[in-house]
C-alpha cells in the first residue's frame, strides 16, 4: 500500500503520522523531543522510534514530507507605505505563509526603526509601499535605509512595481539577499498577497530551513515544504473549500491555542451577511491567519488574565483573586506544570476560554454605525464570521480537556451586544489527533487524500451549536 510520512518538526516535539494513502487513515503516530539546538537528528530518531514501536517497523515511505516551527518558527518583519493599506497587506501576506510578525513599520523607516529592526533580528523582511505606477519614493528610501544597515537575512521585494527593479538593485549592490514578487496591493483597495505568500515560503525553504539547522536530516525526508502554521492553514482551506468533486466543510475557524500565542485562521469571504451593511476598507483575504501574541496557556497566562481584569477572570474560573494569583505564580515559575487539582482544572479552563473568545474577537471584523450627511449607515471593517458554519479546535489544552467544547463555545457570538462579528451558529470539531498540518502537507501531492484523511480524522463536539445553547459531546 502507498504511505506517507508526515513530520512536523515543532519547537517542542517532532512529531509524526504515518498514513495510508489508499484508505485515507492514520496508520500510526509517533514523537519525540525536537534537538534543534544540538542535532535534529536526535529528536527525529526518538520520534521515528516510538512510530517504529507502534507499527512494528518501519515500512518504506512514498512520500516524506515536513514542516517546522523549530527554533522558533519563522520570523518577520514588514515595511509598507500606509499602516491601514501596503502595510497591513503585507502584514496578511507575513501571517499567510506562517509568520511570526516581530514589527510592521510605515512611512520612512527612521534610525531608530531600524536599530528595533537589526535588535529583533527577522528570518525575513518584507518591504512593500505603493501601488503599481503610484509612490515610489518611500520604497526606495526604505531600500536605500536598509541597504545601509546592517540587516542580515533576506529581503521580499512586494512593492510598486515601477520601483521594484530600483530597489533590487540597491539592496544587492549592498550584498543583501534579495527576491522580487508581486505587488502585495497593486491597485487601490485590491489584495494581492499570494504571491509573496509563496516567495516568503520559497525563502523559508532555501535560507531558513539552513539557518535552523534541519538540513542536518534533509536526506532523511523528500522536503521541508513550509512553516507549520502555513501548513495548518493550507490544510483548513482544503477542509472547508474541498477539492475537485468532494465538497468540503464550507467556511470555517480554526482555533489553535498554545503555550505563549493562540493563532486563528478563517476560510470565509467575511463578506457583508446582512443587507444594508457597507463594506470599508483593506479587502480581507479568504484564508486569514492572526496570531495573539500575548495570549497563551502558559507564557503569556499573566496577558490573559489582565486582558479582562483579574476580578472577572476568578469569576469565570470560580476561584478567588488569592487563587488566581497564585495559579499565577506557579505558572510563571513553571511553564511545564499540569493542573491535577479541580482549582487547577477551573483556572486553565478559565484561560482557554478567554484566550478563545479575545483572540477571535481581535481576528473577526466589527460593524457600527456612522454619520454621513446623507444620514446613519452601518459599516463593516474586516470579516463577518457570523456565516461560519464549522469551528475547530486544536492544540494541547483542547485535546486533552474533558470538556473542549465548552472552550471552544467561548468563539461564538454571544448574548451580550458587541461590534466584533463572530459565528453565531456553528458546529463545534476537534483536531484530536494532530492532523491538520498533515493535510497541508499530503495536500501538495495528492490533495483527494489529504481531504478525505481530515474529514475522517477530525471529531465532532456537537451539533451545529447556536449562541446560548449547551454544547453536547457526540
Given at each position: ?264 485562521h478563517s476560510i470565509c469571504d467575511g463578506l457583508p451577511s446582512e443587507s444594508g451593511v457597507i463594506y470599508h476598507g483593506l479587502p480581507e483575504p479568504h484564508a486569514k491567519r492572526t496570531v ?107 485535546v486533552h480537556n474533558d470538556n473542549p467544547a465548552a472552550i471552544l463555545e467561548a468563539a461564538l457570538a454571544g448574548d451580550e451586544p458587541t461590534l466584533a462579528l463572530q459565528p453565531r451558529s ?49
Open positions: 500500500m502507498p504511505l506517507a510520512l508526515l513530520i512536523d518538526f515543532g519547537s517542542t516535539y517532532t512529531k509524526l503520522r504515518a498514513i495510508d494513502m489508499e484508505t485515507a487513515v492514520i496508520l500510526a503516530s509517533g514523537q519525540g523531543p525536537s534537538t534543534v539546538g544540538t542535532d535534529i537528528n536526535d529528536g527525529l530518531d526518538a520520534a521515528l522510534g516510538d512510530l517504529e514501536s507502534h507499527l512494528g517497523k518501519l515500512p518504506e515511505f512514498e512520500f516524506r514530507l515536513a514542516s517546522s516551527s523549530a527554533a522558533g518558527g519563522l520570523s518577520m518583519t514588514t515595511v509598507g507605505l500606509v499602516p491601514d493599506l501596503t502595510a497591513k497587506a503585507a502584514r496578511l501576506a507575513a501571517l499567510g505563509a506562517g509568520a511570526k510578525v516581530a514589527g510592521t513599520y510605515s512611512f520612512e523607516l527612521t534610525n531608530g526603526d531600524i536599530e528595533t529592526i537589526i535588535k529583533d533580528a527577522p528570518d525575513i523582511l518584507l518591504l512593500s509601499g505603493g501601488t503599481d505606477g503610484g509612490n515610489y519614493k518611500v520604497i526606495e528610501h526604505n531600500a536605500h535605509t536598509l541597504a545601509e544597515s546592517a540587516l542580515a537575512c533576506p529581503v521580499v521585494i512586494a512593492g510598486n512595481r515601477n520601483a521594484a527593479d530600483t530597489v533590487a538593485a540597491c539592496l544587492d549592490d549592498a550584498g543583501k539577499r534579495v527576491i522580487v514578487t508581486e505587488n502585495v496591493m497593486p491597485r487601490h483597495l485590491e489584495l494581492n498577497i499570494e504571491p509573496a505568500r509563496e516567495a516568503i515560503r520559497q525563502v523559508f525553504i532555501e535560507h531558513i530551513v539552513h539557518a535552523k539547522g534541519i538540513d542536518k536530516a534533509q536526506s532523511r525526508f523528500d522536503a521541508v515544504l513550509m512553516p507549520t502554521p502555513a501548513a495548518v492553514l493550507e490544510g483548513a482551506q482544503l477542509l472547508a473549500d474541498g477539492h475537485g468533486d468532494k465538497a468540503g466543510l464550507g467556511p470555517l475557524l480554526v482555533v489553535d491555542i498554545g503555550g505563549a500565542t493562540t493563532d486563528v495573539e501574541g500575548d495570549l497563551g496557556m502558559r507564557h503569556t497566562a499573566g496577558h490573559v488574565v489582565t486582558e479582562i481584569g483579574q476580578e472577572t477572570f476568578a469569576k469565570e474560573a470560580g476561584l478567588g483573586v488569592d487563587e488566581v494569583d497564585s495559579l499565577l505564580k506557579r505558572t510563571h515559575e513553571n511553564i511545564e506544570w499540569l493542573p491535577g487539582s479541580d482549582a487547577e482544572r477551573r483556572f486553565d479552563m478559565a484561560l482557554a476560554r478567554t484566550a478563545t473568545r479575545v483572540s477571535v474577537t481581535r481576528h473577526a471584523g466589527t460593524v457600527e454605525t456612522v454619520y454621513t450627511a446623507t444620514g446613519p449607515a452601518t459599516v463593516q471593517r474586516g470579516k463577518d464570521l457570523g456565516e461560519v458554519k464549522t469551528v475547530i479546535g486544536t492544540g494541547g489544552v483542547l456553528s458546529h463545534l470539531m476537534i483536531d484530536q489527533d494532530y492532523i491538520l498540518y498533515a493535510c497541508g502537507l499530503l495536500k501538495s501531492v495528492a490533495p483527494d487524500v489529504a481531504l478525505d484523511l481530515g474529514l475522517k480524522t477530525l471529531k465532532s463536539l456537537s451539533e451545529k451549536k447556536e449562541h446560548g445553547d449547551v454544547a453536547t459531546t457526540s
